[in-house]
Protein backbone atom coordinates (compact mmCIF):
# COMPACT_ATOMS: atom_id res chain seq x y z
CA UNK A 1 0.00 0.00 0.00
CA UNK A 2 0.66 3.31 -0.84
CA UNK A 3 -0.12 6.65 0.59
CA UNK A 4 -0.11 9.80 -1.03
CA UNK A 5 1.31 12.64 1.18
CA UNK A 6 0.53 16.27 0.91
CA UNK A 7 4.12 17.17 1.50
CA UNK A 8 4.95 14.97 -1.93
CA UNK A 9 2.43 17.04 -3.73
CA UNK A 10 3.41 20.47 -2.22
CA UNK A 11 5.70 21.25 -4.98
CA UNK A 12 3.27 20.90 -8.05
CA UNK A 13 0.78 23.75 -8.57
CA UNK A 14 -1.68 23.52 -12.00
CA UNK A 15 -1.08 21.10 -15.03
CA UNK A 16 2.82 19.75 -13.58
CA UNK A 17 0.35 18.43 -10.36
CA UNK A 18 -0.54 15.62 -12.72
CA UNK A 19 2.48 15.50 -14.40
CA UNK A 20 4.20 15.01 -10.36
CA UNK A 21 1.50 12.68 -9.12
CA UNK A 22 2.33 10.56 -12.39
CA UNK A 23 6.32 10.44 -11.72
CA UNK A 24 5.11 9.33 -8.27
CA UNK A 25 3.24 6.62 -9.39
CA UNK A 26 5.85 5.08 -11.95
CA UNK A 27 8.04 4.98 -9.29
CA UNK A 28 5.68 2.74 -7.35
CA UNK A 29 5.64 0.22 -10.38
CA UNK A 30 9.07 0.32 -10.36
CA UNK A 31 9.44 -0.60 -6.82
CA UNK A 32 6.73 -2.68 -6.70
CA UNK A 33 7.47 -4.59 -10.41
CA UNK A 34 11.43 -4.89 -8.67
CA UNK A 35 10.14 -6.57 -5.57
CA UNK A 36 8.34 -9.43 -7.48
CA UNK A 37 11.25 -9.81 -9.36
CA UNK A 38 13.70 -10.03 -6.47
CA UNK A 39 10.92 -11.97 -4.72
CA UNK A 40 11.25 -14.78 -7.69
CA UNK A 41 15.01 -14.37 -8.67
CA UNK A 42 17.27 -13.27 -5.61
CA UNK A 43 18.74 -10.63 -7.20
CA UNK A 44 17.92 -6.69 -7.61
CA UNK A 45 18.20 -5.56 -10.41
CA UNK A 46 17.33 -1.98 -12.79
CA UNK A 47 14.33 -1.58 -14.80
CA UNK A 48 14.88 -0.98 -18.62
CA UNK A 49 11.39 -0.39 -20.05
CA UNK A 50 8.60 0.95 -17.55
CA UNK A 51 4.96 1.59 -19.72
CA UNK A 52 2.16 2.56 -17.75
CA UNK A 53 -1.66 4.08 -18.69
CA UNK A 54 -2.86 6.81 -16.41
CA UNK A 55 -6.57 6.06 -15.97
CA UNK A 56 -7.50 8.14 -12.74
CA UNK A 57 -5.33 10.12 -10.81
CA UNK A 58 -5.23 9.91 -6.74
CA UNK A 59 -6.06 12.97 -4.13
CA UNK A 60 -3.99 13.97 -1.40
CA UNK A 61 -4.68 11.20 1.61
CA UNK A 62 -5.57 8.55 -0.57
CA UNK A 63 -3.95 5.12 -0.58
CA UNK A 64 -3.11 2.79 -3.73
CA UNK A 65 -2.91 -0.59 -4.08
CA UNK A 66 -0.52 -2.27 -6.68
CA UNK A 67 0.53 -5.91 -7.36
CA UNK A 68 2.53 -7.36 -9.56
CA UNK A 69 4.32 -10.44 -11.15
CA UNK A 70 6.83 -12.07 -13.28
CA UNK A 71 5.69 -13.21 -16.90
CA UNK A 72 9.56 -14.25 -17.25
CA UNK A 73 12.44 -15.46 -15.72
CA UNK A 74 15.36 -14.88 -18.32
CA UNK A 75 19.36 -15.35 -17.97
CA UNK A 76 20.01 -11.13 -18.34
CA UNK A 77 16.22 -10.11 -18.12
CA UNK A 78 13.04 -10.33 -16.45
CA UNK A 79 9.32 -9.09 -17.81
CA UNK A 80 7.05 -8.20 -14.85
CA UNK A 81 3.44 -7.37 -15.17
CA UNK A 82 1.55 -5.35 -12.57
CA UNK A 83 -1.65 -3.41 -12.23
CA UNK A 84 -2.24 -0.39 -9.84
CA UNK A 85 -5.58 -1.20 -8.69
CA UNK A 86 -6.39 2.63 -7.84
CA UNK A 87 -7.34 4.52 -4.61
CA UNK A 88 -8.26 1.77 -1.99
Do not use: P, Q, W
Not at 1 to 16: I, N, Q
Not at 34 to 52: L, N, P, Q, R
Not at 67 to 77: F, P, S, T
Amino acid sequence: MFHLTKSACEVARGSSAVAHTRCAAATIIDTVGSAAIATVSGKAGVSVHISADYLSGLEVGETMASDAEVINLGKRLVTAAGDGGGAC
